[in-house]
């Protein structure tokens, strides 16, 4: 299990150096301690030190990276049982399954109809992220070239899906830059793939008949060296697999089992004759601790579901959504466009942004940092008071680029307007509505054209 706040001080140089962005090293091993910072940003820890604050703050589900570059793929990293306890970390990857005897145009079209299946989300781009390619028939090379084409020709992680060692070689061999997840292990091969994922450093999935030959095999590869290990526990049945995702996640964490210490991979395409009950199940898998979950196609009426799942569950529950502090352009204003202020939850800056672009009335929305707090929270909290959103109207830059100096604030935070009278001499300040709902007419009564 993960090392205290205390525990972690113990090992820090203790310098108070603010290097690492904290003023004091407690500080530093607090948000440690947390998962709010990463031990790189200490310039000054030793490596003995270092070595032992990896290994014992390791999360007792070890994180597992698939891919590489922007698009990689973390699983697994999660320290709780339940996402009310802290949070969960990294979200369930979504894939989908392609037999490597697919014709090569119809793969190009799936790759191309599968790559659209992205949305904008409370300013999150939401998209599956996997392509598993399931050799069929044998054939190495087909194996080879599909995995060659969905490596270089899209961005998704890649899943290599064979039994025979020979095979997986041949995929390896023309996508390892992509790093690949091997899938996977077994006991007939155990050896044999355990040495190839060594040799090129890629994560292996390991899969058992049950879950006392999952831990057999998860030791025989651990023992090998190989850490970066993902599993399956073998249950294609809805209720034993849900059995085995409980087992695997409460062994760790409870029992300290380390053998068990890994992400999960699914599979609702074998356990289900079509897509629509495939999502039923991918939904249950994804609340209930699947570290991948695979799918025998994306199809926009069920990835959108999913996605939206993911990111409820997978928000951390103690951290507000926010968005970015700043100066926002809506329907391309000018000099002359009215000026609108509000706070950076993000549920606030969405709403009030729909309804500026609503009212068809281009103008200026600047975005205030409150901490993720909504706007009569901020201001009850202090975070929206009049001279912090005077101070920021001064500070952003807005003037250089309007005519007037005239900035609308929220109706619930009327009572800082005579704050920022202060803060900001000759400039206007107007209170809008109380409701976003009400900013359309408000707009177009108030602001001549």
């Not at 999360?59 to 922007?70: D, F």
């Not at 995702?245 to 053998?259: E, F, K, M, T, Y």
């Amino acid at each position: 299990m993960g090392l205290t706040g205390i525990q972690i001080f113990k090992l820090l140089p203790k310098t108070n150096c603010g290097e690492c962005g904290v003023p004091t090293c407690l500080a530093f091993a607090m948000n440690l301690a947390s998962g709010k910072a990463e031990l790189d940003s200490c310039p000054y820890v030793s490596d003995e030190a270092r070595e032992a604050l990896a290994e014992a703050s390791a999360p007792p589900i070890r994180q597992v990276t698939i891919g590489a570059g922007v698009r990689a793929l973390k699983i697994g990293g999660e320290t709780v049982m339940f996402r009310h306890e802290k949070t969960f970390y990294n979200p369930t990857g979504l894939a989908a399954m392609v037999g490597s005897d697919l014709d090569p145009g119809e793969l190009d079209k799936k790759l191309k109809a599968w790559n659209a299946l992205q949305y904008e989300r409370v300013g999150l781009n939401l998209r599956p992220e996997l392509v598993a390619l399931k050799d069929s028939g044998g054939n190495g090379d087909a194996f080879a070239s599909a995995a060659k084409k969905i490596a270089e020709e899209s961005e998704f992680c890649l899943i290599l899906m064979t039994d025979d060692v020979d095979t997986m070689k041949k995929g390896v061999e023309v996508c390892a830059f992509k790093k690949p997840l091997l899938y996977g292990a077994t006991k007939d091969n155990v050896e044999a793939m355990g040495a190839l994922a060594k040799e090129t450093g890629l994560p292996l999935a390991v899969k058992g008949k049950d879950i006392e030959e999952l831990i057999t095999l998860s030791d025989t590869l651990t023992g090998m060296g190989l850490k970066d290990l993902v599993l399956d526990s073998g249950a294609r049945e809805v209720k034993q697999v849900f059995e085995d995702q409980v087992i695997i996640r409460r062994a760790p964490l409870r029992a300290g089992n380390r053998s068990l210490g890994f992400p999960t991979i699914t599979f609702p395409c074998e356990m289900a004759g079509n897509l629509d009950v495939e999502t039923m199940i991918a939904a249950m898998l994804i609340a209930k601790y699947g570290g991948i979950v695979v799918l025998s196609d994306f199809r926009g009426d069920s990835a959108f579901p999913l996605l939206l799942e993911r990111l409820n569950i997978f928000t951390d529950p103690q951290r507000p959504m926010t968005v970015t502090q700043g100066i926002y352009e809506i329907g391309g204003p000018d000099e002359n466009s009215p000026v609108l202020v509000t706070t950076n939850f993000s549920l606030t800056y969405f709403i009030v942004s729909g309804e500026i672009e609503g009212s068809r009335i281009p103008s200026w929305l600047l975005i205030v940092d409150t901490e993720g707090l909504s706007v009569m929270t901020a201001w009850a909290a202090g975070k929206f008071s009049g001279d912090i959103v005077g101070a920021f109207v001064k500070k952003c830059g807005i003037e250089e680029k309007i005519a007037h100096k005239k900035v609308i604030i929220p109706g619930y935070a009327a009572s800082i307007s005579g704050e920022m009278e202060e803060e900001l001499p000759g400039w206007e300040i107007i209170i809008g509505p109380r409701d976003a709902s009400l900013i359309p007419k408000f707009l177009k009564e108030t602001v001549k054209q």
